[in-house]
């Protein structure tokens, strides 16, 4: 049985806290792509993600980087201004943050901490999730979709493939993929080398998470996968999504085949943030978001 945190402690989030924390999770039905189990165990590395309760709600926070620990919205129910106050100023005074903040929280959230002197409440655009009606992403019809259909015609009249279900035997096929996208591109880049650790990491506990996967395969070989799940009763998030880039219509061909095969039945998909990168940002304009969804910084500014 596991052995909760209780805070002020606080433990790594690990494999064997899915049991528990998912199903919390869950219970709140959250829309940002951040609050997901998967989430935060294939980053755990990366942003050091650790976790403890606290009565009624959970906290998580990141603390890879001395002085500058953070913490994700506390996960429960509201009315949660003084436990996020306690949060923030734990923050400061025992992990020596110097800057204390909650990042990445939905509106709802932000709203109970709104009008407060002692905090600061922010949009953050580099973080805003993109979400799209699964099935126009699926029809990929009218004037929008008319540079995707191209590129997908392309695909399939030029290309012999077939599309498959991932499963755990097929994941180090799909990591040879990963690691052949990652040369050349994630030596230099710490944000690139971070992903490609989270996605060796869904790849190796795949089954165990567990996820629903695809790929699409060309003479035998795979060639473009991608991995998501529910995030809440009506739409996935698509955690991981790669592609031979040199194959034209690949990824607009993942991307259809995906959700026609494995979530038609869902309202919406959550393709997560572009981190202000130009071209990531493009590439997700060019689905046509039916919106944004939100995401603020919470700020603590009071004074010692």
């Known amino acids: 049985m596991l052995d909760l945190p209780l805070y002020p402690s606080f433990k790594p989030v690990a494999l064997e ?5 998912q199903p919390f999770i869950w219970r709140y039905q959250p829309e940002t792509s951040e609050l997901t189990f998967t989430n935060l165990f294939i980053w755990q590395t990366h942003y050091g993600f650790e976790w403890s309760v606290y009565r009624h709600w959970v906290f ?5 980087t001395a002085g ?3 913490a994700l919205q506390p996960i429960g129910p509201p009315p949660r ?4 106050r306690m949060l923030l100023r734990w923050l400061r005074d025992e992990k020596g943050s110097l800057a204390p903040r909650i990042e990445r929280a939905d509106r709802w959230f932000a709203r109970e901490m709104a009008g407060e002197n002692d905090l600061r409440v922010e949009p953050v655009r580099d973080h805003f999730d993109y979400l799209y009606s699964t099935r126009a992403l699926i029809e990929l019809t009218g004037r929008d979709y008319h540079a995707k259909r191209n590129h997908i015609n392309a695909f399939t009249q030029t290309t012999r493939f077939s599309y498959a279900p991932l499963t755990e035997p097929d994941a180090r096929a799909c990591l040879e993929l990963a690691d052949t996208w990652c040369a050349g591109r994630c030596e230099d880049d710490l944000g690139l080398l971070g992903e490609w650790e989270a996605v060796a990491k ?3 506990h795949f089954e165990a998470l567990p996820l629903a996967g695809g790929m699409i395969l060309i003479e035998g070989q795979v060639k473009a996968f991608s991995v998501g799940e529910l995030l809440n009763s009506t739409t996935v998030v698509i955690h991981i999504e ?6 034209r219509g690949l990824y607009p061909m993942i991307n259809q085949q995906f959700l026609e ?3 038609s039945e869902t309202l919406f998909v959550n393709r997560e943030q ?3 990168n130009p071209g990531l940002r493009r590439a997700k304009e060019s689905y046509y978001p039916a919106r944004l969804i939100e995401k603020l910084r919470i700020s603590l500014i009071e004074t010692r």
């Not at 998580?60 to 890879?64: G, L």
């Not at 201004?81 to 996020?84: A, E, F, M, V």
């Not at 790669?242 to 194959?247: E, F, G, L, Q, T």
């Open 242 to 247: 790669k592609a031979d880039p040199a194959v």
């Open 17 to 21: 806290d899915r049991d528990f924390l």
């Open 68 to 70: 500058d620990a953070w």
């Open 274 to 276: 572009d981190l202000g």
């Open 261 to 263: 095969k494995a979530w």
């Open 60 to 64: 998580i926070v990141a603390t890879r």
């Open 81 to 84: 201004l003084d436990i996020s």
């Open 202 to 204: 869904t790849l190796v």
